[in-house]
C-alpha cells in the first residue's frame, strides 16, 4: 500500500471514531426507548407514507441516530429499538463500512418498516442481518413516499430516512448489517 493510501486510510478511520465516540457505548434501555419514540413521533408527523404504513407494519425497527463519516473509506454507527405496537421487543445496532468516492460526516436516522411476518422472521433468525440480502426492502424517497398508501405498498420492508444533518454526499443501506444487542 503507498504512503499516500495508509494516510487516507488513516484519516478515514480518525473521522469514523471521532464521529462515533459519543455513541460507542451501549445506551440504556430507557435511552433508547426515549430516543426511539421521539424519532417516530417525528416522522409520523412529518411523513403521511410512514404514518399511515405504521398502521399494518407487524413492527418498526428504529434507529434515531446514526452517525456516518469518511474520507474514500467511510463508516457509521448507531443504535435502536425494535417496536411491535406500542412495546420494544428488542434493541439493536447497525454497522457499515464504505469505499469510494465519499468525504464528510452527517448524522441522520432511519426506520424500517416490516410489512409482513416472513420478513420480520426473517429478521429475528437472522445473526447479523445484511440489509439488502433476505426480502426486498424498498427505500421511500420523498417521490415513493407521495404516492405510497397502505394499498399501493407491496414490498417487505420499507425503509425511511430522517433527521439528516450534516455533509456527506449519499446516504443509503448497502453493506449494513445488523444485529441484536443486550442494552444496559
Do not use: C
Not at 500500500?1 to 495508509?6: K, L, P, S
Not at 426507548?33 to 403521511?48: K, V
Not at 418498516?113 to 433468525?125: E, V, W
Amino acid at each position: 500500500m503507498h504512503a499516500v493510501a495508509r494516510v487516507r486510510v488513516v484519516l478515514a478511520i480518525g473521522v469514523v471514531l471521532a464521529a462515533t465516540a459519543a455513541d460507542v457505548h451501549a445506551k440504556s434501555a430507557a435511552e433508547l426507548d426515549r430516543q426511539t419514540e421521539t424519532a417516530l413521533r417525528g416522522l409520523f408527523g412529518s411523513n403521511d407514507a410512514a404514518r399511515s404504513l405504521a398502521r399494518d407494519a407487524r413492527a418498526i425497527l428504529v434507529f434515531p441516530n446514526i452517525v456516518k463519516g469518511g474520507f474514500v473509506f467511510g463508516g457509521s454507527f448507531g443504535e435502536g429499538a425494535l417496536r411491535v405496537g406500542d412495546r420494544t421487543d428488542g434493541y439493536y445496532r447497525t454497522v457499515s463500512a464504505s469505499y469510494g468516492l465519499q468525504a464528510g460526516i452527517q448524522s441522520y436516522g432511519y426506520a424500517l418498516f416490516f410489512m409482513n411476518d416472513s420478513a420480520l422472521q426473517y429478521f429475528r433468525k437472522s445473526e447479523g442481518w445484511e440489509v439488502g440480502v433476505g426480502p426486498t426492502l424498498v427505500i421511500a424517497d420523498e417521490g415513493l413516499s407521495a404516492s405510497l398508501s397502505t394499498t399501493t405498498a407491496r414490498s417487505d420492508i420499507y425503509a425511511f430516512f430522517f433527521d439528516q444533518q450534516g455533509l456527506m454526499a449519499g446516504i443509503g443501506l448497502q453493506g449494513t448489517k445488523i444485529h441484536r444487542i443486550h442494552s444496559k
